[in-house]
């Protein structure tokens, strides 16, 4: 064995993060071997984001750390991000979440990677350029090197934006969520890249709050809630044999081990609440599907099939009356309020008026149908939100509250029908599972039809009665 | 359990929500005077701009007239308050009237979309291909001096800006998810032009509207200067300084009272910019 192996590739002693007197991170300790994956696992909110922050030098101003960060062998004091700064793209990297955003939208891709080569590595520019090239070329790129970033699929940005932080060849990445957002191939592709970063001989410090990623690389596996490390250890056997009661709640909210619900739902009503035939639509010249039939009833439970890019949420939104299909005929049973149809976004921060006070969004509301307010707080407090959190603006609640919100403002309008797209990709596993019961309760006690959009496998098999397939035919 | 930690970062995250940065209020201050000084300016001067006093032409500063006179032997200070009433009440007038129908109309073709777009996509391209100032020349023509001329015409050229501001901005609005879930959830088109739409439009058309200002306030002066705006002896800030340019070895104070008075009116528009838009 020779001495590099022995320096681990990352050791963190003792480091909290704080804001004014209060520790949002509290004394974490871990060690990241040479060549090894540590998996940093945990509901959003708990710490782990400012935790890569802190050990990456980066924290927002009003915060500040303590303890030590070691990188490679060289011991800083965590506090002293400056001198970490040097090192980065050189001694480590960070891959963002949704790297689709992180790249330069007005460069092509290869002068995007190449920028690394030539800039941090002080490579000269044509040579940067062909070192661009094979790297591409080694991730099955090559065709995508004069494209712009959005062109490229999620997956595909996903990679460019990996080569571009790894080609100065960091030998420690941090890499920050990167399953959010992307269906289950997709998954496959990172799951991929990172095993093939591994196998160069990288080290890795993964955060996450997907456990089926959390399994899938395998290493060493570390525990947050609330800012502490709760459990860490062999990823295996602890996702194996959870010790802490909190693993076995995040486990247990794993769409992988839900139950089956859909059993548990009343059957649904004989006559359809919506009734599409032959139902085409194209955007300009991209035909998305022509000739799809179906039919919802009340209480039904349906997820939309079909590779992403497929028109899954045009056709939802066809079903629901927000878009007007190009041929074919929707009808819908009589009787119903202009409102009996009604959507939840897959971004709920994105679903509010983004100005307004939530409150006064909610009032709004109640004033216009004439409803009582004291309705709404009942199903504010049977989803467990704090009435305090009206007061603020969409963009100071998190993912998880406001998507919850965002389902009580949609169940005061008593739907027939709730259109769901993708409404937990975004969420941890237990926000996810808190969703879809409280979904799935509605559905249950005012026999409403939900139709469901996801990406998760795992979900739709619990949840959904059966799948209409929207795939072009 | 607390899942609270991440919204109450943001929270702290955030800057205290100021809602005046110093530089907005030295802006806001010095308009005011500015503005005060042209409302109340001809009322406590009292003197006549207009009245000939020949005998003491260009006669220095004293107290009882503390920018003297000028080459006709009038009172400068009275002429600075009547113009400076004219000069920005037209600007601030042109601006409103230029404004007003242009973000109704920018909100309209979004909204609406289909011909009516295009055709006053159309006109707003009409207008823009001729320079704004060609176009307050052509109408003053017709009748040189006068004041609706001046004043349709900069309404006329300034209207676009408006218009195609509000149409590119409510169109991005119009297609996100929060007026989608507005218009399923019943709200009308009122509503969401009140709550989804005004909040984040009025900053742009704000910062628009500054700019316009003095754009006016500029044109207004300009056209003066070339002589089609408003003809001496009207006391306006462009007309005065043509008259005075031939003085401005003698008396230096009476062109530098128009062009001071010009220069901070802009400052001030400029001190309003939002920290943001600082850059």
Same mark, same amino acid.
């Given at each position: ?147 712009? &970033? ?31 957002? =992307? ?75 839900? &139950? ?71 009808? %819908? ?21 983004? %100005? ?11 004033? =216009? ?17 704090? &009435? ?34 993708? &409404? ?50 | ?38 409302? !109340? #300016? ?7 701009? $207009? ?11 004293? !107290? ?43 909100? @309209?073709? $979004? ?11 159309? @006109? ?59 218009? @399923? ?11 989804? @739409? ?25 056209? #003066?200067?070339? #002589? ?9 800030? #462009? ?11 003698? $008396? ?7 062009? !001071? ?11 309003? $910019? ?6």
């Amino acid at each position: 064995m020779n001495r590099r192996e022995l320096i681990p590739a990352l050791a963190v002693e003792a480091l909290s993060v704080l804001h004014n007197e209060r520790a949002l991170v509290r004394d974490i300790d871990f060690t990241l071997p040479a060549g090894g994956v540590l998996t940093l696992l945990g509901e959003s909110g708990s710490g782990k984001s400012l935790l890569a922050q802190a050990i990456m030098g980066n924290l927002p101003p009003p915060l500040r750390c303590e303890g030590r960060v070691s990188i490679g062998g060289e011991n800083t004091h965590a506090a002293d991000g400056a001198s970490r700064h040097a090192g980065w793209g050189r001694r480590l990297a960070l891959l963002p979440q949704e790297p689709w955003l992180a790249l330069d939208p007005t460069m092509r891709v290869r002068d995007q990677v190449a920028e690394t080569y030539g800039l941090v590595k002080g490579r000269p520019r044509l040579q940067a350029d062909a070192m661009a090239q094979a790297a591409l070329a080694s991730l099955g790129l090559h065709d995508a090197a004069h494209k712009y &970033p959005f062109m490229l699929s999620g997956g595909m940005a996903q990679r460019v934006a990996f080569l571009a932080t790894h080609a100065a060849g960091a030998p420690l990445m941090i890499i920050d969520e990167p399953t959010k957002g =992307l269906d289950a191939d997709r998954r496959d592709d990172v799951l991929a890249l990172l095993r093939a970063a591994q196998a160069q001989g990288m080290s890795l410090l993964c955060i996450t709050h997907d456990i089926w990623l959390a399994r899938a690389l395998g290493g060493q596996l570390a525990v947050m809630l609330e800012g502490e490390l709760v459990e860490q250890g062999d990823a295996a056997s602890i996702l194996r044999a959870p010790q802490h009661d909190y693993t076995r709640r995040l486990l247990a909210a794993d769409p992988g081990s839900w &139950p089956a619900w859909r059993a548990t739902l009343p059957a649904p009503a004989s006559s359809a609440l919506v009734q599409l035939t032959g139902v085409a639509k194209s955007f300009g010249r991209q035909h998305l599907f022509s000739g799809v039939d179906a039919s919802i009833a009340a209480g039904d439970v349906v997820a939309l099939g079909g590779a992403s890019g497929s028109g899954k949420t045009t056709f939802g939104n066809i079903v629901i009356g927000v878009t007007q299909p190009d041929r074919g005929r929707v009808a %819908r049973a009589g009787g119903l309020a202009p409102t009996a149809f009604q959507k939840i976004q897959q971004d709920p921060g994105a679903a509010f008026a983004p %100005r307004l006070r939530l409150r006064q969004s909610l009032r709004d509301l109640v004033q =216009l149908h004439r409803l009582d307010w004291a309705q709404l707080e009942a199903l504010l407090a049977r989803m467990r939100l704090a &009435p305090a959190l009206l007061d603020r603006l969409p963009h100071q609640v998190s993912g998880g509250e406001l998507q919850r919100i965002a389902l009580a403002r949609v169940l005061l309008m008593n739907p027939a029908l709730i259109f769901a797209d993708e &409404p937990t990709s975004r969420l941890d596993p237990v926000t996810q599972q808190q969703v879809f019961s409280l979904l799935l309760e509605q559905v249950q006690e005012r026999r409403c039809a939900l139709l469901l959009v996801t990406h998760d496998l795992d979900i739709a098999r619990s949840v959904a009665r059966r799948q209409i397939d929207v795939a072009q035919r | 359990m607390n899942t609270h930690l991440a919204p109450d970062l943001m929270l702290a995250d955030a800057p205290p929500r100021r809602r005046l940065t110093r530089a907005q209020i030295a802006g806001i201050i010095l308009l005011g005077l500015i503005g005060l000084f042209a409302l !109340l #300016g001809p009322w406590l001067v009292g003197s006549d701009p $207009a009245v000939q006093q020949l005998d003491r032409f260009l006669e220095g500063p004293s !107290l009882a007239h503390p920018l003297g006179f000028d080459a006709l032997g009038r009172d400068m200070l009275a002429r600075l308050a009547h113009g400076a009433r004219l000069s920005l009440a037209l600007a601030a007038l042109s601006v409103l009237s230029a404004a007003l129908p242009g973000a109704l109309l920018g909100l @309209l073709a $979004a909204w609406r979309g289909g011909w009516p777009e295009r055709v006053l996509a159309a @006109l707003a391209d009409a207008v823009l291909a001729l320079p704004a100032l060609l176009l307050v020349l052509l109408l003053s023509a017709f009748t040189p001096g006068g004041f609706w001329p001046l004043y349709v015409g900069i309404s006329l050229a300034l209207w676009v800006e408006y218009f195609r501001v509000v149409r590119a901005a409510s169109r991005i609005l119009l297609a996100s998810a929060h007026v989608e879930a507005a218009r @399923l959830l019943g709200f009308g088109a009122l509503y969401i032009a009140r709550r989804h @739409l005004l909040p984040e439009l009025l900053p742009r058309l704000f910062t628009l509207m500054r700019f316009g200002f003095a754009g006016a306030v500029l044109a207004m002066a300009a056209l #003066g200067f070339v #002589g089609v705006g408003l003809q001496p002896p009207t006391p306006e800030l #462009g007309v005065m300084m043509i008259e005075l340019l031939p003085y401005y070895g003698e $008396a230096p104070w009476l062109i530098g009272a128009p062009v !001071l008075l010009l220069f901070l009116t802009l400052l001030g528009l400029l001190l309003l $910019a939002p920290e943001r838009e600082a850059a």
